[in-house]
């Protein structure tokens, strides 16, 4: 077995799943497949030939790895032809490493083009593309997280906890969406990878100490050596603690020289059985049981229609939460305590 040929014919299946479960690509339809020097071909032409099987056009953009993400990697993208092409696209899957997600092509094509359909699978490599995309069952994902996002949207008050010391409470807005990552882009607008939930809180009602013991992305720092620990008042982060990885990430954040930057955007739960931790932030993100949190610009997925702009953005992973809802354990250190939440659990293989 050669690499060339490694999980050849589940990628496959994956890659048609991909176009036509979760895209629903219907023929004529135009799908747009951006990568980077640093992607993994395999993924994209596999998902290229499945598209064209559907009926569908597709379009494949590649370009040299930018050194940053979202507006950081403005000065490196063809910005013109890259958003025009997007204004006119019908769907959107992006598999480049640097990701463009809240980059200024991603925001022209979110308000240009209603009919965009675009999922971010940034990163996506042979093995990871079969462990959380082609090896899900959609169904019953998609029943355990609707459970879940109806029991966070319900409560007023959340506290989450960690082993490696995270203790930080937030009040929820019930005028605020729940964003259900389900894996389906069969609708206008920005999508997510299947397991994950994600919401923004009241941002000045974040208090307390938030701790990234999983990895951390951007910058590049991937699987983390020690935790780094934020001290957040009132939704913002006022103090770091750890060792060289906090100190850079210090550095980085406050380049920017803008607020937002030190601004909470949004948490997450991550729910994919197939994720690891492995330093691609996509999959990081959903490996079962953890939290994530975003910090800087604000996506139209949490605060519709346009969100909070900002100069980049970050997220990091907290291991193992402990999540209370107005008082109510529901999961226990990544366990769920739900009876019928744990239930699905054992079908989803976990």
Not at 139 to 160: P, Y
Not at 172 to 190: M, W
Request: with cysteine; aromatic share 8%; glycine share 10%.
């Amino acid at each position: 077995m050669t690499l060339s040929t490694l999980y050849e014919y589940e990628l496959g299946k994956a890659s048609d799943t991909l176009c036509r479960e979760l895209f629903g690509l219907k023929p004529g339809e135009i799908i747009i497949i951006t990568a980077d020097t640093e992607s993994d071909h395999r993924v994209v032409d596999a998902t290229a030939r499945a598209a064209f099987a559907c009926g569908a056009k597709p379009m494949v953009m590649w370009w040299g790895s930018p050194l940053g993400v979202g507006k950081a990697a403005d000065p490196m993208l063809p910005l013109k032809p890259l958003a025009a092409a997007l204004k006119e696209a019908d769907a959107w899957v992006e598999f480049n490493n640097k990701w463009l997600l809240y980059s200024t092509p991603f925001d022209i094509a979110m308000a240009e083009n209603k009919r965009l359909r675009y999922l971010c699978l940034v990163g996506m490599d042979v093995d990871m593309m079969i462990r959380v995309l082609g090896r899900v069952n959609y169904q019953i994902l998609k029943h355990f997280q609707e459970m879940i996002s109806e029991m966070t949207a319900k409560a007023k008050h959340v506290r989450l906890t960690t082993p490696a010391g995270e203790d930080v409470e937030f009040d929820n807005d019930p005028n605020r969406p729940i964003s259900c990552e389900t894996g389906y882009a069969d609708t206008p607008g920005p999508h997510m990878m299947a397991g994950q939930i994600g919401w923004a809180p009241v941002f000045d009602s974040i208090n307390g100490a938030i701790v990234f013991d999983g990895s951390l992305v951007p910058p590049f720092l991937g699987v983390l050596s020690q935790p780094v620990k934020l001290h957040v008042e009132k939704g913002v982060i006022v103090g770091f603690e750890g060792g060289q990885e906090a100190a850079e990430y210090e550095l980085w954040l406050k380049s920017f020289q803008h607020p937002q930057m030190l601004r909470m955007a949004h948490v997450c739960y991550g729910f994919n059985p197939g994720a690891r931790l492995t330093g691609n932030i996509l999959e990081d993100e959903r490996v079962w049981g953890s939290t994530e949190w975003g910090i800087g610009q604000v996506g139209p997925m949490y605060i519709p229609p346009d969100g909070i702009k900002g100069p980049s953005h970050t997220d990091g992973i907290c291991l193992n939460t402990s999540v209370w809802l107005d008082d109510i354990l529901v999961m226990d250190k990544g366990i769920l305590i739900n009876p019928e939440l744990k239930k699905l659990t054992k079908e989803l293989g976990k």
